[in-house]
């Protein structure tokens, strides 16, 4: 785990409903710098507080698990990304990808609630 003091400098939304942070710290230790240039393009957690962590956080954190697989993405992220090309190839008439989405999924529950015994 990385802790470094830093300055919330902004974000800025993107086209899947992600955000992008930025943050201006200090100097870093060459070990630190290290350390950052090898989480490059891996998914990690961030944790954002105005003061420092208690020991207690400190633990919850690192305690923290990811359900991201060999692909960089949870398997509902996976399957979003899925639906979203199937859109992009069919829109099915939906103008709205989000309102696509929510009625293939709803059709995807109901399949799946009709293969469970009573």
């Known amino acids: 785990?990385?802790?470094?003091?830093?300055?919330?400098?902004?974000s800025r939304d993107l086209r899947d409903k992600t955000k992008k942070l930025?943050?201006?710290?200090?100097?870093v230790t060459p070990e630190q710098a290290a350390n950052l240039q090898m989480m490059?393009?891996?998914?990690?957690?961030?944790?954002?507080?105005m003061e420092p962590f208690t020991?207690?956080?400190?633990?919850?954190?690192?305690?923290?698990?990811s359900d991201?697989?060999?692909f960089g993405k949870s398997p509902?992220?996976?399957?979003?990304?899925?639906?979203?090309?199937?859109w992009e190839q069919n829109t099915e008439g939906y103008v709205d990808f989000n309102?696509?989405?929510q009625f293939k999924m709803?059709?995807?529950?109901?399949?799946?609630?009709?293969?469970?015994?009573d």
Do not use: W
């Not at 930025?22 to 100097?27: A, L, P, R, S, V």
């Not at 509902?76 to 199937?86: E, I, K, N, P, W």
């Open 1 to 10: 785990m990385i802790i470094i003091p830093a300055i919330y400098e902004g």
């Open 22 to 27: 930025t943050f201006g710290t200090n100097e």
């Open 40 to 49: 490059v393009q891996e998914y990690c957690y961030v944790a954002v507080k």
């Open 55 to 65: 020991d207690e956080q400190q633990e919850l954190i690192s305690n923290l698990k």
């Open 68 to 70: 991201i697989d060999a």
């Open 76 to 86: 509902g992220q996976r399957m979003r990304g899925v639906m979203y090309r199937l």
């Open 99 to 101: 309102l696509y989405y």
């Open 106 to 117: 709803e059709q995807l529950i109901n399949h799946l609630k009709t293969k469970l015994h």
